[in-house]
């Protein structure tokens, strides 16, 4: 019978954390030397971050005297700490006269600082690791996923607060060298995308790209071509960007090889058909060896987990991040599919929750979210059928988190006419920093594919 292997955590718990003693009496030193040293810091350092709690009651002390416009040093600090009832606990008049004499100069209080706050940061991975722990063996009720996402965010949201200097202000003669630098760039370059291209001009003409941090959601009802439009959004992004897109598909109603079929569909030119029954002619096949190899070489990432969480895709996007050092594109196919959490009262609570938490991500990860969604089947009985806001499914918390929002539609689909064949509208209700309205492309249906609409005026 095999023994348990003990845990050392009770030997772990008596072991000191890691702190700087002399680098946090350097610092207070080095400011009582010289207050203006205390500007070095940009606000970069907190009485938090000292492991002495004496050492953080007088740093709070010299941030409150500097606050207040009073002068720093010993004897101001020793009357502060007076009045507070804090100097004997403190280390009284000796320690301070110490602190003094512990540094010759505050030319390194800088770099005292940063010691300080490197070790701030290694107890607080301490603090995570025992939580996480303490909750494991507690059974809390949440399952692994769940466990492994709390990890990952805090242990994120430390560095990304290490990494993060608190900014002073910016100048605005600065921020004008820097605006007109940019300017003179965006005219030289001629470029009117700022963003992501989708790859169609006149969408990108009217939102210059899809924007980092933005929540994109991409809505019509079924038979529009949702799922081949964001797919091509995906191929764009990845083959036809200056610099190869990294690109997450999340799908959550079509396999892995369905969509992978479909993008090869697309980007060969071959009829959809076709690669169902296998009928492929010659120059069928030379397209598909083209295409096939370019698709193969992108870095078009997809997932077909079936009712994936927020937590367990966005546990997958920063690891795609994290692995490829950059993430252009999220694309999840379609929002209505995905599982919230159990106890949300209803579902339209839970759609709620899954939107605001993908804008969420799309802030974090500083990456464009494209969301399809369902509409509502009550258009069908209207005699327009565009669609309008008030259609989306759930629609409050989607309308309110996204910052853009598309309706396909294509009038083909309920008016058998010659001059609606292929005729397809992006209709951008909603763009917070951009105008809305409406964009043509033409729907190649057998290839599962849209491309820039020409007018007949302007055909060869």
Same mark, same amino acid.
């Given at each position: 019978m095999s023994q348990a292997i003990p845990l050392r955590t009770d030997t772990l718990r008596e072991r000191i954390p890691p702190h700087a003693y002399d680098a946090e009496r350097a610092v207070l030193g080095g400011i009582m030397l010289d207050p203006e040293a205390l500007e070095k810091l940009e606000g970069s350092l907190q009485p938090e971050h000292f492991y002495v709690e004496a050492n953080a009651r007088i740093f709070y002390v010299?941030?409150?005297?500097? $606050? @207040?416009?009073?002068?720093?040093?010993?004897? =101001?600090? /020793?009357?502060?700490?007076?009045?507070?009832?804090e100097l004997e606990s403190t280390g009284g008049e000796a320690y301070l006269a110490d602190l003094v004499g512990a540094v010759p100069t505050s030319a390194n209080v800088k770099h005292y600082a940063d010691i300080v706050r490197e070790r701030f940061v290694l107890r607080q991975l301490l603090s995570v690791c025992s939580d996480v722990s303490r909750d494991v063996y507690e059974e809390t009720g949440q399952d692994v996923i769940e466990h492994l996402d709390i990890a990952e965010k805090n242990i994120l949201a430390i560095a990304?607060?290490?990494?993060?200097?608190?900014?002073?202000? $910016? @100048?605005?003669?600065?921020?004008?060298?820097? =605006?007109? /630098?940019?300017?003179e760039e965006r005219y030289a370059q001629k470029k009117l995308v700022t963003g992501v291209a989708t790859g169609f001009d006149d969408l990108d003409s009217m939102t210059a790209g899809m924007q980092r941090g933005d929540l994109i959601i991409v809505a019509g009802r079924p038979s529009m071509g949702k799922t081949a439009f964001s797919m091509n959004l995906a191929q764009n992004a990845s083959l036809?960007?200056?610099?190869?897109?990294?690109?997450?598909?999340f799908s959550l109603e079509m396999s892995t090889q369905q969509i992978a079929m479909r993008m090869l569909a697309c980007e060969a030119r071959v009829d959809m058909s076709n690669l169902r029954t296998g009928r492929f002619s010659a120059d069928d096949w030379r397209k598909l060896a083209s295409a096939s190899g370019s698709l193969a070489e992108s870095k078009i990432f997809i997932d077909d987990t079936p009712a994936i969480s927020v937590m367990e895709l966005r546990s997958k996007c920063r690891r795609l991040k994290r692995e490829n050092k950059h993430l252009d594109l999220v694309l999840i196919d379609y929002i209505q599919l995905m599982s919230g959490r159990a106890s949300a009262d209803n579902r339209a609570q839970e759609v709620s929750e899954i939107s605001r938490a993908l804008k969420g991500l799309a802030k974090e990860l500083d990456v464009p979210v494209i969301a399809l969604s369902q509409l509502n089947r009550s258009l069908e009985q209207r005699a327009d059928k565009r669609p309008v806001m008030s259609d989306l499914r759930e629609s409050g918390a989607i309308e309110q988190d996204a910052d853009v929002i598309m309706f396909i539609y294509r009038d083909e689909v309920y008016n058998k006419k010659p001059e609606n064949e292929g005729l397809a509208e992006i209709i951008i209700a909603k763009q917070r920093n951009g105008p809305i309205g409406d964009?043509?492309?033409?729907?190649?249906?057998?290839?599962?594919?849209?491309?820039?609409?020409?007018?007949?005026?302007?055909?060869d």
């Open positions: 010299i941030l409150e005297l500097a $606050s @207040k416009g009073q002068p720093v040093d010993g004897l =101001t600090i /020793k009357d502060h700490l007076e009045r507070r009832q990304e607060n290490f990494n993060r200097s608190r900014p002073a202000f $910016s @100048k605005m003669s600065d921020l004008m060298l820097e =605006t007109y /630098k940019e300017l036809r960007s200056d610099e190869e897109g990294v690109v997450a598909v964009v043509k492309l033409t729907f190649v249906h057998k290839f599962t594919r849209f491309e820039n609409h020409i007018s007949a005026g302007f055909d």
